[in-house]
């Protein structure tokens, strides 16, 4: 598909490949393998010396028209889709290190990321070092001869830092590392990693990029060379693969991706301002106010703030699950990118399993909520937190 096209186009028509039905809408094909004209085109095709479809592990059409067209909307050469956010960052790692190998990851990255990194890769061999997202002689000052990976998430969560993607990219490339970004929470309708000086960017396509709530599914995007020549072999020999099906959604959602973020970022700017004037709320991080600490650098990096907020209310614990528990529309779930606004209590959930001690240094309090802002009508979602807050 011609490289000419906005995003809007691009997120709407690349990746088809019409059968010979000359179908209208992507069609999805539920095929564990394809067969062949004859024992010779199977050899070829074993071989790799014909292109072509094998066996659904490792070659689908319906997972390669959503790999072209995120590839297309990311601006990467190449995109392996995966079976959850979980296995692409597994699918990365196993494709790029090896034991001995050092990776340096911002400590404030998914909870199942640092247990990844910090605890089963470590078993292998591979160490990793965390360090602040926002703190670049940090990152400078832990790297060493063995360091081949930098991996972050900016915004991060819950607390929304902002990590310098341009200055990490070029930190990476003179210590001969490569830079992956995990762009999940703005997505390539918001923020382009690459662009930027990234070699990776990996995605939970369980949030945003389905946007509804309905599958779990990731990918590995990148140079052509590392996505081709590393990641895809892995993805063959060990099946971390995503299914047709899922794809289909993904690649579904992908059609209303700018339109959908839009919103979300519209709804949450709106929610953030309103919760800065609320005698209940200490602090709101967005950063599309201008009163965070980053927010020169994340307009610079990213076209909007998001559809995440956070907020520290005050009186703690007590005060923060009084707002959850008041609200009657807003679901209480940990899971983000939802056409439904959620509410969390990071202290007590997703950072439950961190020592209080950890969770104080790292800005996450008692009084904290998290808001993945969904779609709803902004006055409703205000109405629900309002009564908890009053
Ligand atoms: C959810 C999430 C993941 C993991 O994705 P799954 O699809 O749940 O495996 C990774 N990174 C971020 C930032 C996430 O929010």
Redesign the pocket.
Known sequence: MSEDFQFETLAVRAGIHRSQFGEHGEAMFLTSSFVYDSAAQAAARFSEREAGYIYSRFTNPTVTALQERLAALEGAQACIATA???SAILTCAMSLLQSGDHVIASHSI?G??VQLFGGILKRFGVVTTFVSPTDIAAWEAALTPQTKLLFL?TPS?PLTEIADIAALAQLAHRAGALLAV?N??CTPALQRPIELGADIVIH?A??YLDGQGRI???AVLGQRDVVMGSVYPFLRTAGPTLSAFNAWVILKGLETLRVRMQAHAANAAELAHWLENQSAVERVYYPGLASHPQHDLAMRQQSSGGGIVSFDVRGGREAAWRVVDATRMLSITAN?GDTKSTITHPASTTHGRISAQARAAAGIGEGLLRVAVGLEAIEDIKADLARGLR
């Open positions: 959850s956010g979980m998914f199942s990321t998430e969560n995990d999940c929470f939970s369980t949030k779990i599914g990731g983000l």
